[in-house]
């Protein structure tokens, strides 16, 4: 039957040009409704990839030993630094704790002679009282 029906190439091109233009449009109607209608696309979820992470080169044993000795005088240093600044702080306030108790003693005296020279004024001023009284 399709042989008595004449085909020449250029009409066959031509229908199958038609069937994909065809199937385009219909795919861009399709397409227009789902976004009108507000349904979105079918996705897909992939996982992501795993990240890698470079890391450095292990560190020589004899390197950490070193810096563990360096470490360790530092550390031994400033002991001893601590430990002498704790004996000069003794001795500042040793030599601040005389200080205070020369001038707390001074402070004494300075009380005491205070209070003489206040007992010496009263009996002076109840002698000049008197002395007024025997010339009024």
Do not use: Y
């Not at 897909?44 to 563990?68: N, W, Y």
């Not at 704790?97 to 707390?104: H, R």
């Amino acid at each position: 039957m399709l042989s008595q029906i004449p085909f020449n190439s250029l009409e066959v091109a031509a229908w199958i040009g038609c069937l994909f233009f065809l199937v385009a449009g219909w795919n861009q109607v399709e397409k227009f409704f789902d976004r009108r209608a507000h349904r979105g696309a079918a996705r897909e979820i992939q996982p992501h990839p795993l990240p890698v992470a470079k890391f450095d080169q292990p560190v020589a044993e004899t390197l950490c030993q070193s810096r563990r000795r360096e470490l360790s005088s530092e550390v031994l240093r400033l002991e001893h630094d601590v430990a002498s600044l704790r004996l000069e702080r003794r001795a500042e306030v040793g030599e601040l704790q005389l200080k205070i108790n020369k001038v707390d003693r001074e402070v004494g005296e300075l009380r005491a002679s205070i209070e003489l020279n206040n007992q010496q004024l009263t009996r002076i001023d109840a002698k000049l009282d008197r002395v007024i009284e025997r010339q009024a």
